[in-house]
């Protein structure tokens, strides 16, 4: 049979796929775009008749009615990276967050012992292969091949990503059923840049010299940095998440990969995250190569990257240099993601160097300005960079290097680069915890 033929007698209805899903089972639906609208609307419709089904997902952009309150009897979520479909209401109890670095996002899904998958594809090409495309790397190659039924969703808006080895390709004959949707995808558009973010991008990009091979972390502060780096020349991309900006750095010569020492005048990334310009962009595009994420993040891999520079967001630091990225308090607000697998790696690289970015300040609810350097973590903050790794910090007001200071000279270099407003609470903290005289 030519996969014509198989793709034909596949083809079926949201509905009838639905069935093939039971209780009990552990199901990857993939993330981002690619959780497929139909299916797992239709599984969800199944509420009740099963039961017990855990849904192993990241970076989830809308709600999936699986996810909704009245399901929570029924279905269990799992993610590894909070996306915005995902954080949006904690109260409903329906998402449990995996802590992970997301370089081992295959072992978590090992563990869980996930045996059915369901996602959004791209239409297959002339050889019936179709692409798991945009976020195709929270579902691994390996744990696709140990499912015991693989249903897709063909949308033709979904671009055509060129992977390493074509390991995003998935063949007709390698799934059980198929249901065309062709839907739009979501978006994810670009987040209107602060002064303050404008004066942090200035000074990373001071930080980032010709030749280098950089990875930007996830989110606006990211995407400002991308536009703040037109003027360098040679740059490469060794990355998670590749950006609007990102492109753009490409589109306009800035990156062009020959100075890389590993996989040269390639993009390397896992994640397109962007609007329908960067959608188009990655079509059929062979500069920008897709790879599985445990592949990306390996710090060893990373660490083959001459001049490796990483840039990670964080939402604050305490005074020894701990770095808290993904709560606030006690609340999960996003993920360890690749943070930690970068820092690591990029330190390890001839010439590399890691930094942290954040601005000195944010409001709270109320209007009232908080400071992002804190003496001590509020109660049930997670630590996800150790200050044992921690290189570089930078805020608006400068960058300063940790590694190898003791705590006294790490101290007042962080309260140096916080608000100026704020620096003699810190300075009185400091001194009542006896870490400065």
């Given amino acids: 049979m030519n996969w014509r033929e198989d793709y034909k007698r596949k083809l079926t209805t949201a509905e009838e796929i639905a069935k093939a899903y039971h209780s009990g089972d552990k199901i990857s639906v993939c993330g981002g775009s690619n959780v497929?609208?139909?299916?797992?609307?239709?599984?969800?419709?199944?509420?009740?008749?099963?039961?017990?089904?855990?849904?192993?997902?990241?970076?989830?952009?809308?709600?999936?009615?699986?996810?909704?309150?009245e399901n929570q009897d029924y279905f269990k979520v799992e993610s590894v990276f909070l996306g915005a479909g995902e954080r949006q209401h904690p109260e409903w109890g329906?998402?449990?967050?995996?802590?992970?670095?997301?370089?081992?996002?295959?072992?978590?899904?090992?563990?869980?012992?996930?045996?059915?998958?369901?996602?959004?594809?791209?239409?297959?090409?002339?050889?019936?292969?179709?692409?798991?495309?945009?976020?195709?790397?929270?579902?691994?190659?390996?744990i696709i091949e140990r499912c015991e039924y693989v249903a897709v969703e063909v949308n033709e808006h979904i671009p055509w990503v060129c992977s390493d080895e074509n390991v995003f390709a998935i063949h007709v004959s390698e799934v059980d059923a198929i249901v065309e949707n062709h839907l739009l995808i979501p978006e994810v558009h670009d987040i209107p840049v602060t002064p303050v973010e404008e004066q942090l991008a200035?000074?990373?990009?001071?930080?980032?010299?010709?030749?280098?091979?950089?990875?930007l972390g996830y989110g606006g502060l990211a995407n400002c940095i991308g536009y703040?780096?037109?003027?360098?020349?040679?740059?490469?991309?060794?990355?998670?998440?590749?950006?609007?900006?990102?492109?753009?750095?490409?589109?306009?010569?800035?990156?062009?990969?020959?100075?890389?020492?590993?996989?040269?005048?390639?993009?390397?990334?896992?994640?397109?995250?962007?609007?329908?310009?960067?959608?188009?962009?990655?079509?059929?595009?062979?500069?920008?190569?897709?790879?599985?994420?445990?592949?990306?993040?390996?710090?060893?891999?990373?660490?083959?990257?001459?001049?490796?520079?990483?840039?990670?967001?964080?939402?604050?630091?305490?005074?020894?240099?701990?770095?808290?990225?993904?709560?606030?308090?006690?609340r999960q607000y996003t993920a360890t993601g690749g943070q930690v697998n970068f820092v690591l790696g990029s330190q390890k690289a001839k010439n590399g160097k890691s930094l942290i970015a954040l601005p000195s300040t944010y409001k709270d609810k109320e209007g009232t300005v908080r400071s992002r350097i804190v003496g001590m973590f509020p109660m049930g903050t997670v630590v996800t960079t150790s200050r044992n790794d921690v290189e570089w910090v930078v805020t608006e007001y400068g960058a300063i290097r940790l590694t190898n200071k003791p705590v006294s000279k790490r101290v007042k270099s962080l309260i140096g680069i916080a608000h100026p407003d704020f620096r003699d609470e810190l300075n009185f903290m400091a001194r009542k915890q006896l870490w400065i005289r």
């Fill in 228 to 330: 703040f780096l037109k003027n360098k020349k040679d740059l490469g991309i060794h990355t998670e998440v590749f950006s609007n900006s990102m492109m753009d750095l490409v589109k306009c010569g800035t990156v062009n990969g020959n100075r890389k020492t590993l996989y040269p005048g390639k993009v390397v990334y896992t994640f397109g995250v962007g609007d329908r310009q960067l959608f188009d962009f990655l079509d059929h595009n062979e500069t920008v190569m897709a790879c599985e994420i445990s592949k990306v993040n390996d710090p060893t891999i990373i660490a083959r990257n001459d001049n490796m520079v990483s840039v990670n967001n964080a939402l604050s630091v305490d005074l020894t240099g701990q770095v808290a990225s993904e709560t606030i308090g006690a």
């Fill in 202 to 215: 200035a000074i990373i990009a001071d930080m980032i010299p010709d030749g280098a091979t950089v990875q």
């Fill in 36 to 69: 497929p609208p139909s299916i797992s609307k239709a599984i969800a419709k199944r509420a009740g008749a099963i039961t017990d089904v855990t849904f192993c997902q990241g970076l989830v952009l809308d709600i999936p009615d699986y996810m909704r309150p």
């Fill in 94 to 142: 329906t998402i449990d967050y995996v802590p992970k670095h997301l370089g081992s996002l295959e072992q978590w899904l090992l563990h869980t012992g996930v045996n059915k998958a369901a996602l959004a594809v791209s239409p297959p090409n002339e050889n019936g292969y179709m692409v798991r495309s945009l976020y195709g790397g929270l579902l691994p190659r390996s």
